[in-house]
């Protein structure tokens, strides 16, 4: 079990902005998905992006190709054993192309996150980003809405891509991964909901130690 800290909770509470450098505390994180996370097609993610900026440690655990089912499978290896604060889960985009639905893959996360609380390990959850294709799109849509309604604390990635035919190209050249600057867009994103994450990992903390 992790040691509680004190001093930071001023830091959450007074902190609504983004941020550039996070003094307190120093998460350690492990951001859980497949190319999107990874940083197809060069391995340069928002992960290290995110991380240089603020100096917290973002271990990067993205798979091309992956389903929200071979997530699951491979986080005792990849999360668990890390032993992390905070694990981002952010998938969906292979699993729409593959037909599953909505619902199962709602599913999926909600048991993640459960197997993350038992290992004493925060789950957050990134909202999957645009696709150009409108019928995957649309599940996507879906699922998002879902993961919203739910009691878990989300980081909406999606937000801040534009759907304008000339930027979503520019930041997504191939309809699915995302360009230099949408890897940056999806950076400042975490960086401005950091506070939230920080926030919900110390309500885990007190709950574990009955306060």
Same mark, same amino acid.
């Given at each position: 079990m992790?040691?509680l800290?004190?001093?930071?909770?001023?830091f959450? &509470?007074?902190?609504t902005?983004?941020i550039?450098?996070i003094?307190a505390p120093n998460?350690?994180?492990?951001a859980?998905g497949?190319?999107?996370?990874?940083? /197809?097609p060069?391995g340069k993610?928002?992960?290290?992006?995110?991380?240089?900026?603020?100096?917290m440690?973002?271990?990067?655990r993205g798979?091309?190709g !992956?389903?929200?089912? !071979?997530? /699951?499978?491979r986080?005792?290896?990849d999360?668990v #054993?890390?032993n992390?604060?905070v694990?981002i889960?952010?998938?969906?985009t292979?699993d729409?192309? /593959?037909g599953?639905?909505?619902?199962?893959?709602?599913?999926i996360?909600?048991q993640? #996150?459960?197997?993350?609380r $038992?290992a004493?390990?925060v789950?957050?959850i990134?909202l999957?980003?645009p696709?150009a294709?409108?019928s995957? !799109?649309d599940k996507?849509?879906?699922l998002r809405?879902?993961?919203?309604?739910?009691h878990?604390?989300?980081?909406?990635?999606?937000?801040d891509?534009?759907r304008? &035919?000339?930027?979503f190209? $520019?930041l997504l050249p191939?309809?699915i991964?995302p360009? #230099?600057?949408g $890897?940056r867009?999806?950076?400042?994103?975490l960086k401005k909901?950091?506070?939230?994450?920080?926030?919900? /990992?110390f309500?885990?903390?007190?709950?574990e130690?009955?306060e």
């Open positions: 992790k040691q800290l004190l001093l930071p909770l001023l959450v &509470a007074q902190t902005y983004s550039d450098k003094e998460l350690r994180i492990v859980l497949d190319s999107i996370t990874w940083g /197809y060069n993610s928002w992960t290290e992006l995110a991380a240089a900026d603020t100096g440690t973002i271990i990067n798979v091309n !992956e389903t929200l089912e !071979e997530m /699951y499978y986080m005792n290896e999360v #054993a890390e992390p604060d694990c889960i952010m998938g969906g292979n729409v192309f /593959y599953n639905d909505p619902q199962t893959m709602m599913n996360i909600e993640m #996150a459960d197997d993350l $038992k004493h390990i789950p957050v990134g999957p980003i696709l294709r409108n995957s !799109e996507l849509k879906i809405k879902k993961i919203l309604a739910s878990l604390t989300v980081i909406d990635f999606a937000v891509f534009p304008s &035919a000339k930027n190209r $520019k191939d309809g991964h360009a #230099a600057d $890897k867009i999806m950076a400042e994103r909901e950091m506070p939230r994450v920080i926030a919900a /990992y309500d885990e903390q007190m709950s130690h009955g």
